[in-house]
T-cell receptor
């Protein structure tokens, strides 16, 4: 079974609007962490945001927020007020404490911001 | 801290040659990961270390690939002999429990 599922291969959003990128995960480990990364066309992987499985509140970092729904095993990334520079691939990832903190990545979502 | 530093940024080599990719993790991070990224297979975890000790190398494609972490500030990924299908971007990442940062990657082309 896939550990991380990103069902949206591509997304479009109008500049200045908000967009939600979906991510669901599969784990039986009670202790895990969820991450989002941005990969622009230049190729680097940029760490955006982290959510721990025991965190009570949704993580936020500037215009990024993580909509963490533990019972549904989803960790969607919300980008508010989209900018042209947000156009990139976005990867969701998970680390499980029980598997020695190995990193599992989804297949990514390509986001295009339209002016 | 300058972040995770990988070298070289680009490498073009002939089939059969040995290739060594280098990584300097962020100081204080106790985990180090090596990934390979291709269009066909996406991001693949090759191997990762915890406190310089290899924990899981099940992602290493075959015996031609080897990785070492002789100390907390340096790791290498070696391919010997290289083949055209090894062409990819190789990323090194270092982290702790709640963060993990990637290097800029090494774009390897084997001709």
């Amino acid at each position: 079974a896939q550990k991380i599922t990103q069902t949206q291969p591509g997304m479009f959003v109008q500049e200045k609007e908000a967009v939600t990128l979906d991510c669901t995960y599969d784990t039986s480990d009670p202790s895990y962490g969820l991450f989002w990364y941005k990969q622009p066309s230049s190729g680097e992987m940029i760490f955006l945001i982290y959510q721990g499985s025991y965190d009570q509140q949704n993580a936020t970092e500037g215009r990024y927020s993580l909509n963490f729904q533990k019972a549904r095993k989803s960790a969607n990334l919300v980008i508010s007020a989209s900018q042209l520079g947000d156009s990139a691939m976005y990867f969701c990832a998970m680390r499980e404490s029980g598997t020695g903190n190995q990193f599992y990545f989804g297949t990514g979502t390509s986001l295009t911001v339209i002016p | 801290d300058a972040g995770v530093i990988q070298s070289p940024r680009h490498e073009v080599t002939e089939m059969g040659q040995e290739v060594t990719l280098r990584c300097k993790p962020i100081s204080g991070h106790d985990y180090l990961f090596w990934y390979r990224q291709t269009m066909m297979r996406g991001l693949e975890l090759l191997i990762y270390f915890n406190n310089n000790v290899p924990i899981d190398d099940s992602g290493m494609p075959e015996d031609r690939f080897s990785a070492k972490m002789p100390n907390a500030s340096f790791s290498t990924l070696k391919i010997q002999p290289s083949e055209p299908r090894d062409s990819a971007v190789y990323f090194c990442a270092s982290g702790e429990r709640s963060e993990a940062f990637f290097g800029q990657g090494t774009r390897l082309t084997v001709v």
